[in-house]
């Protein structure tokens, strides 16, 4: 039977591979040929600023890709205010409705943005050899109107001139399963004052996986043949000594520091920071499995 010590080492070298795949799988996302919201990954609750979607192509994969002619968005309730960005050659449009009540300036309003809608001049469509962006001045609510999380904002193509007229990009995510062919654009809320490490780590992990347990059991089945043979890996590649990785980490972790206190908020330095937390993991962890390597070995 295998050692508590054993088990325990086995677990944290597998969440060092985890970590490792999981950043993979988060920096290969912002480079999709999805529409997308590129410039912002992060915002806190009660955000007033902008938030800016890139179409990169047309309507539809295959055949004959035709221009986008109209471009809309559906504003989902916890963004009480929206402005949409001027664009030449299109015109735009908010369409309100209503929604459940919420405080604009001292008064009780019972409407709110729906869709925000951009629709080409004859002559302006955008065409699938070129991208364009579009962009939305918003005000989010609090907490409670807009719950901590991942924030949905579901965005929509109409297209002329090709074999494919519309092109939806509204799926949301469900754990555990493939990630959507067609995803709806996301951005992460996070509380007032925050960095948001802690919340994009706690979502990127309720993403990835239903469990722990089942996420190990994956690795085990996929990423190696044996433990010893991973525990070997991370000894030849990742240091030569447990103090070794342990300085390896605390330099990643001082130097992401750094650049986040001299460099603005943006989606970049967010997922250099993301990167580097989770790269810190998997130093430490392999660190912490080594050492109890040999303490079972004893």
Same mark, same amino acid.
């Given at each position: 039977? @295998?050692?508590?010590?054993?088990?325990?080492?086995?677990?944290?070298?597998?969440?060092?591979?985890?970590?490792?795949?999981?950043?993979?799988?988060?920096?290969?996302?912002?480079?999709? +040929?999805?529409? $997308?919201?590129?410039?912002?990954?992060?915002?806190?609750?009660?955000?007033?600023?902008?938030?800016?979607?890139?179409?990169?192509?047309?309507?539809?994969?295959?055949?004959?890709?035709?221009?986008?002619?109209?471009?809309?968005?559906?504003?989902?309730?916890?963004?009480?205010?929206?402005?949409?960005?001027?664009?030449?050659?299109?015109?735009?449009?908010?369409?309100?409705?209503?929604? +459940?009540?919420?405080?604009?300036?001292?008064?009780?309003?019972?409407?709110?943005?729906?869709?925000?809608?951009? $629709?080409?001049?004859?002559?302006?469509?955008?065409?699938?050899?070129?991208?364009?962006?579009?962009?939305?001045?918003?005000?989010?609510?609090?907490?409670?109107?807009?719950? @901590?999380?991942?924030?949905?904002?579901?965005?929509?193509?109409?297209?002329?001139?090709?074999?494919?007229?519309?092109?939806?990009?509204?799926?949301?995510?469900?754990?555990?399963?493939?990630?959507?062919?067609?995803?709806?654009?996301?951005?992460?809320?996070?509380?007032?004052?925050?960095?948001?490490?802690?919340? $994009?780590?706690?979502?990127?992990?309720?993403?990835?996986?239903?469990?722990?347990?089942?996420?190990?059991?994956?690795?085990?089945?996929?990423?190696?043949?044996?433990?010893?043979?991973?525990?070997?890996?991370?000894?030849?590649?990742?240091?030569?000594?447990?103090?070794?990785?342990?300085?390896?980490?605390?330099?990643? +972790?001082?130097?992401?520091?750094? @650049?986040?206190?001299?460099?603005?908020?943006?989606?970049?330095?967010?997922?250099?920071?993301?990167?580097?937390?989770?790269?810190?993991?998997?130093?430490?962890?392999?660190?912490?499995?080594?050492?109890?390597?040999?303490?079972?070995?004893?």
């Amino acid at each position: 039977m @295998l050692s508590r010590k054993f088990v325990s080492s086995r677990r944290v070298v597998l969440l060092a591979l985890l970590s490792a795949i999981l950043v993979s799988t988060l920096l290969a996302s912002t480079a999709s +040929a999805h529409v $997308a919201l590129f410039e912002t990954k992060t915002i806190q609750s009660n955000y007033y600023g902008s938030l800016k979607f890139r179409v990169p192509h047309g309507c539809g994969h295959e055949g004959v890709i035709g221009a986008t002619s109209v471009f809309k968005v559906e504003i989902p309730e916890g963004i009480l205010i929206v402005k949409p960005e001027s664009i030449a050659g299109w015109n735009s449009e908010v369409v309100t409705g209503a929604v +459940a009540p919420w405080d604009d300036h001292g008064t009780m309003s019972t409407e709110g943005p729906k869709w925000v809608i951009w $629709a080409a001049e004859p002559g302006n469509e955008l065409l699938d050899s070129d991208y364009k962006d579009f962009g939305i001045h918003v005000k989010l609510g609090d907490e409670e109107r807009q719950p @901590l999380g991942v924030l949905y904002i579901k965005a929509y193509q109409e297209c002329i001139d090709g074999d494919t007229d519309s092109q939806a990009w509204d799926e949301i995510p469900v754990p555990g399963e493939d990630r959507p062919a067609s995803p709806a654009p996301s951005i992460m809320v996070v509380p007032k004052g925050s960095t948001g490490l802690e919340s $994009a780590i706690k979502d990127a992990v309720q993403t990835e996986m239903t469990s722990f347990d089942s996420a190990i059991e994956n690795a085990v089945q996929t990423e190696f043949t044996s433990f010893d043979s991973v525990v070997e890996d991370a000894v030849r590649s990742e240091m030569t000594s447990i103090d070794a990785a342990v300085n390896v980490a605390v330099e990643r +972790a001082m130097a992401q520091n750094a @650049l986040l206190e001299d460099t603005d908020s943006n989606s970049s330095s967010a997922l250099a920071w993301l990167a580097a937390a989770f790269g810190v993991v998997a130093v430490a962890s392999s660190a912490y499995a080594v050492r109890a390597t040999r303490l079972t070995r004893r």
